[in-house]
């Protein structure tokens, strides 16, 4: 006869744990290492410190397997957490600024976000990225595929496209800001 | 360096475009003017919405990978264990998080209380030492992580001695409700039988209290998976030991179970 107490077993679920020891992760979660990369290099992009980075990241990980019923499914995952990094890191620099006694990222981002906001509005089905782009002179197309997809520098856009570097900046940061509008990323949270 | 920071330096701070003592310069202002932050961070997230989604491989360091798994498991309801603990208010949909109501965390790590919380408030582990060769391995647990949501209608509604069918997604079976007891401390109990309709699938006895409001598995034990029917439970001296331990008063008449489960069936709080 066999007795058991189920805790003991009771982590040997259906699904298969990524690397790494302990309880197989939710469907959720697993979603969100797969993230984790990209989510890092973003908040790096932001913070421009390996730490202060991945407390960002550690820290949008964490609101967003919070708020996960807030996600909407079928929407872009990656938009919505890049959304929560974006105000996570914003409000900690509000913070950051008005009380004043640390430097250290952490202990204002810890504070940021007991009001809902830094869980995105940001609702960005699949093809919203390409139907954005599909509006948008093509000339500002191109250089947004070439920098931001092909990831070439501006002076080589530059030599490609025959114009001059100060061009491919202007042109580049109307590109951009055309692209957030249409994509309702430009409304400050 | 009070002068109006252009879109352009922006975009290029953004796009990594800039010297490095530039770029540390100007990203020092950005991080003093949230305004300025706010338009960098456009840059930013522009351009990484348009990236190769699979153009990063890079490892992750594994405290971060902890601190989700941490965080992951400190949900209540998406742990692996909450399905098969629960009964039906965790076995349900996650409620909708409002932020609004989450506490206030004090650091990084989600409390590990919650997390002890969840194996400390699961099974009472009845275990009687000598008797116990084994474990019911993946397939017992997940039977019963399928036929939860089934179980805990069963064990709400079903009078003893009643056979009723669970399937969840490609599993099915079937759950005969075997007796009802009630422990010393009133605590109502239901003991059944769980079976899967797949080959392999084994038979289990189990044991589920009513704790708080919710159905909880108490006992687990494998039952012959002969269908020459269930033997009744003064046959089984492991679910006898685990109710007289617990001073239950023997199995419950028929018209006094149909009165408590009429109770149960009362909307609650």
Redesign the interface.
């Known amino acids: 006869m066999d007795i058991v107490q189920l805790h003991m077993t009771a982590s040997t679920g259906p699904k298969a744990a990524p690397a790494g020891a302990g309880p197989p992760l939710s469907a959720f979660a697993s979603e969100l290492v797969a993230l984790l990369p990209r989510l890092r290099r973003f908040a790096l992009s932001l913070t421009r410190s390996a730490s202060e980075a991945d407390d960002l990241a550690q820290a949008t990980c964490e609101r967003a397997l919070k708020a996960q019923a807030l996600w909407q499914p079928g929407t872009r995952l990656d938009a919505w957490l890049f959304r929560i990094a974006r105000n996570l890191w914003i409000d900690s620099l509000r913070k950051r600024r008005s009380e004043g006694q640390s430097e250290a990222l952490e202990d204002h981002l810890d504070l940021a976000g007991e009001d809902g906001r830094h869980v995105g509005d940001v609702a960005l089905t699949v093809d919203s990225v390409q139907q954005a782009l599909g509006a948008m002179p093509s000339a500002h197309r191109e250089l947004l595929m070439m920098v931001c997809v092909d990831g070439k520098s501006y002076r080589e856009a530059s030599q490609q496209l025959s114009i001059p570097l100060g061009t491919v900046m202007s042109r580049l940061s109307r590109a951009r800001q055309g692209l957030a509008a249409k994509l309702g990323m430009d409304k400050t949270s | 360096m009070t002068s109006a920071v252009s879109?352009?330096m922006l975009?290029?701070l953004?796009?990594?475009?800039l010297e490095k003592a530039t770029?540390?310069a100007l990203?020092a202002r950005v991080?003093?003017e949230?305004e300025l932050?706010?338009r960098?961070?456009?840059?930013?997230?522009?351009?990484?919405?348009?990236?190769?989604?699979g153009s990063?491989?890079?490892a992750?360091?594994?405290?971060?990978?902890?601190?989700?798994?941490a965080?992951?498991?400190a949900?209540p309801g998406?742990?692996?264990?909450a399905v098969?603990?629960g009964g039906a208010t965790l076995a349900a949909p996650?409620?909708?998080?409002?932020?609004?109501s989450?506490p206030?965390?004090?650091?990084?790590q989600?409390p590990l209380a919650a997390c002890l919380a969840l194996?400390i408030g699961?099974?009472a582990?009845?275990?009687?030492g000598s008797?116990?060769?084994?474990?019911?391995?993946?397939s017992?647990?997940?039977l019963?992580?399928s036929a939860r949501a089934a179980l805990d209608a069963a064990l709400g509604s079903s009078a003893s001695g009643s056979t009723t069918s669970w399937s969840h997604g490609a599993a099915g079976g079937s759950i005969t409700l075997v007796s009802s007891h009630r422990l010393g401390d009133g605590t109502l109990c239901r003991e059944y039988t769980l079976a899967g309709a797949a080959q392999g699938d084994d038979r289990w006895k189990g044991i589920d209290c009513r704790i708080k409001g919710r159905w909880r598995?108490e006992?687990?034990?494998?039952a012959p998976s002969s269908e020459d029917g269930y033997r009744p439970a003064s046959g089984d001296?492991?679910a006898d030991a685990f109710l007289q331990d617990r001073n239950a008063e023997g199995p419950l008449a028929p018209a006094a179970e149909a009165e408590l489960l009429k109770a149960l069936a009362q909307p609650k709080r």
């Open positions: 879109d352009e975009l290029a953004a796009d990594g475009e770029a540390d990203h991080m003093a949230p932050a706010e960098f961070a456009l840059f930013v997230e522009s351009r990484a919405l348009l990236e190769d989604a990063s491989d890079q992750v360091p594994p405290h971060l990978l902890a601190a989700i798994r965080a992951d498991g949900r998406r742990h692996g264990l098969i603990e996650a409620p909708a998080v409002s932020p609004r989450l206030r965390r004090t650091g990084w989600l194996l699961g099974i582990g009845y275990r009687i008797e116990t060769p084994g474990n019911p391995g993946p017992g647990v997940a019963f992580q598995t006992l687990v034990i494998a001296s492991a």
